[in-house]
């Protein structure tokens, strides 16, 4: 893996949720669909929700290209997207079967802000998941 990828090829993503985020610690990629996991993710990273899109909370601010969700994170001194509530965002992730995909934090490294989104099936086919 390059200091790039966060989804290599050949490597394991671990799929977990609130209540098994520490399975399959080995694994430094992992992906989740449980909204209270991508909320801490969220705080810990000091992440705003966000999109480009537009909804029916505002106007487009930045053409995302990315299949229609448009959803993404607002970072401190760093926030090119419109502010979203959280239920929006969420709302916006179900609707497009979206998956969060993130590195986890190492007590050996600084820690990563790195994320993508991805349709679910898209990541079924590039890795091989664990559950």
């Known amino acids: ?22 399975a399959h610690e080995e694994v430094s990629v992992v992906a989740t669909q449980d909204p209270e996991l991508i ?13 480009g899109e537009t909804t029916h909370s ?8 990315d299949g229609g969700a448009g959803i993404r ?7 090119p997207y419109r502010p979203i509530s959280w239920d929006e965002w969420i709302e916006q992730f179900q ?15 600084v820690p990563s802000a ?4 991805l349709k679910m099936e898209s990541l079924k086919r590039r890795v091989e998941l664990l559950t």
């Open 73 to 79: 994170f607002n970072f401190p001194a760093l926030g």
């Open 114 to 117: 790195r994320y993508r989104l």
């Open 95 to 109: 609707k497009h079967d979206l998956v969060f995909v993130y590195e986890r934090n190492r007590p050996d490294q």
């Open 39 to 51: 909320r801490r993710w969220a705080r810990g990273h000091d992440a705003e929700p966000a999109t």
């Open 58 to 65: 505002g106007p487009a601010t930045v053409n995302v290209q």
């Open 1 to 22: 893996m390059t200091s790039r990828d966060l989804l290599p090829e050949e490597e394991l993503v671990a799929v977990v949720n609130a209540a098994n985020e520490r």
